[in-house]
Every structure is written in structure tokens, then in C-alpha cells.
């Protein structure tokens, strides 16, 4: 069986990566890295004193996601990494199964495992590209399209998929190189889809397999500057639009997110007019900046990366 390399990326989060780590342990990996994107919490201090055996990359100008994830599967050796998010929980057998899901399907750049909730429930993981107007409320009330539509299935069998959720990658390091790895320019949200395209544009698959299932706490770092983070978001998303999809898509996009953000804005004023002072009238005045954010067109700075060498 070919042999999987785990590498971690972590920013502010010492308990979830203690937990991660220790789980990565139990799955006896023989390579394994976290990529420190700038942590002062002590991360760095606790992997190095708990975990010698994992070795540790800090980066204190915190270039993004998809710049640390690059990175670390550069620094990594063996021909099959798989990247986590610090806040994930893996089964002992997760990596033997993965790394034998990219060996019988030698066409496969990418494959996802189940992802769970803490209490057990599913994590919609396998996804389709996005669009402005979603069907998936229709989708749900018809029976026999809710089982087939990737929208809406229930995660309970091997298939090739448009898109992983990027909180566990199993990354072929062949096909991860041919397409220039993830794009740099993506700060925060949707490189794992601009990554999954690009991949499937050149000829891979990407894959979902619920063989094995991690646990994935979701929002431990990015919860830390929510606003920030629920703006980048969209922006995110916008930038998929513009990078991949025809001029009329992206101004779709906008008029739909103009709507949303209106309704948003409406619905948490009412709210906070209701509401007494305390964590939740803070949290609708936190929302009510962001829709403003977000209507106002007031987008992070774009990173100045150029696009990956293979990108579509």
C-alpha cells in the first residue's frame, strides 16, 4: 500500500490540535507535519512537547489556507499527503483506507472521507459547484431526485463528486503538483473548490468514500474574527466566480447576494429590536455589519498570487 504523509494546519487552536494529533497517532503514521500559521496560543510550544515525533513548520506572516497547505505537502515525502484541518478527528484505520481508495482508482487527484458533526451527525461534505440559486429546498421534497442529487444524497456510498469539503484531503502529491497545488490568491474559503476544478479540468477525479468517517469541529479558528471571516466568505466566492465562470455568472451572483443580504439585514434589525443587551443583541449587531459588509461591496484585499502552473 502506497504511503500517506499527514500534515496539519493550525492557527490559535492548542486543545483541538492536541486532540487531532493524538488521533493521528493512533493511526500509526510514520510522516507527519502541522504547518503553524502564526499561532500565539502555544500550539507550536505544545506539539514540539507532546508530540516529537510530528515535525513542525510555524509561519508567523500567516500566508492563508492554501499557502500554508502548499507548503506543507511540499515539505512532506511520501506520494499520498493528507491534509487536515486542526479541529478534525480521525479513526485509527483512516489512513490505510484512504491511501487504498487513491490505489484502486489510479485516476483519483483527490479523495474526501465522511465528515461528522461532534454529535454524530452528517456534515454535507461532497458538494456541487457553486451557483447562484441553489434547488436543493425543492430537491428535498421529491423522494427519488433528493437520493440521486448531489445536493441532497446521503453520503452512503463511494462516487465521484464535484468537490470536497477542504477539512480532510486525501491528496494524490502527482496530481496536487500537475495543477500547481492550491492557489495562494485564495486567503480563506473555496481553494479547495478552485483546486477540485482545476483537477477535474485536467483530467482527474475527485473522489468521496464513506469508508471511513472524521470527526470535524468546524469554525475553531476562523470563529476567532467571525466577521472578518463571514465577509471573506463571500468574497471567496466571488473570486471562484470571476476566476472560472463567464462575466454573467458573477454579476448573478452579486444580485442574489444583494437579495440575501437585504432579507439578512432586515430580519436581525427586527431581531435586535427585540432583543436585551447580552451576547445575543452583540452577536445581531456583529451580523447587521457584516450584511452591511457584504452590501457595500467592502472586500478584503485580494492577495496578489499568480494563478498555479496547470490551472484550468
Known amino acids: 500500500m502506497t504511503e500517506m504523509a499527514v500534515a496539519v494546519i493550525n492557527y490559535n487552536t492548542v486543545d483541538h490540535l492536541r486532540t487531532c494529533l493524538a488521533s493521528v497517532r493512533a493511526t500509526g503514521a510514520r510522516e ?49 499527503v493528507f491534509l487536515l484541518n486542526s479541529d478534525t478527528i480521525l479513526q485509527p484505520d483512516t489512513l490505510r483506507i484512504l491511501a487504498a481508495h487513491l490505489d484502486a482508482h489510479p485516476d483519483a487527484g483527490i479523495v474526501g472521507p465522511r465528515l461528522h458533526n461532534p454529535d454524530g451527525t452528517l456534515q454535507n461534505s461532497a458538494r456541487p459547484f457553486f451557483r447562484p440559486i441553489t434547488l436543493r429546498p ?119 447576494l444583494k437579495g440575501q443580504m437585504v432579507v439578512h439585514l432586515l430580519r436581525d434589525r427586527a431581531r435586535l429590536a427585540l432583543a436585551h443587551d447580552g451576547p445575543d443583541a452583540a452577536r445581531l449587531r456583529e451580523n447587521i455589519q457584516i450584511w452591511r459588509r457584504v452590501l457595500r461591496g467592502e472586500w478584503p484585499e485580494r492577495r496578489g498570487a499568480a494563478r498555479p502552473t496547470g490551472a484550468a
Open 138 to 256: 425543492l430537491v428535498r421534497l421529491v423522494p427519488g431526485w433528493r437520493d440521486r442529487s448531489i445536493l441532497t444524497w446521503t453520503h452512503d456510498h463511494d462516487r465521484a463528486v464535484p468537490w470536497v469539503v477542504g477539512a480532510a484531503l486525501a491528496i494524490r502529491r502527482r496530481a496536487f503538483e500537475a495543477v500547481g497545488g492550491f492557489d495562494p490568491a485564495y486567503f480563506m474559503y473555496s481553494e479547495e473548490v478552485d483546486l477540485c476544478y482545476r483537477l477535474r479540468a485536467a483530467g482527474w477525479t475527485v473522489r468521496f468514500t464513506p469508508a471511513t468517517t472524521v470527526v470535524h469541529v468546524g469554525g475553531a479558528s476562523t470563529t476567532q474574527r467571525r466577521a472578518a471571516m463571514q465577509v471573506q466568505l463571500y468574497a471567496s466566492m466571488r473570486q471562484f466566480y470571476a476566476r472560472h465562470y463567464p462575466p454573467g455568472r458573477l454579476t448573478q451572483l452579486d444580485l442574489v
Open 32 to 80: 507527519v507535519l502541522v504547518k503553524d500559521n502564526g499561532s500565539t496560543d502555544g500550539s507550536v510550544e505544545m506539539v514540539r512537547r507532546e508530540f516529537p515525533e510530528v515535525a513542525v513548520h510555524p509561519d508567523f506572516g500567516n500566508p492563508g489556507y492554501g499557502a500554508a497547505a502548499n507548503q506543507a505537502v511540499a515539505a512532506c515525502r511520501a506520494p499520498y
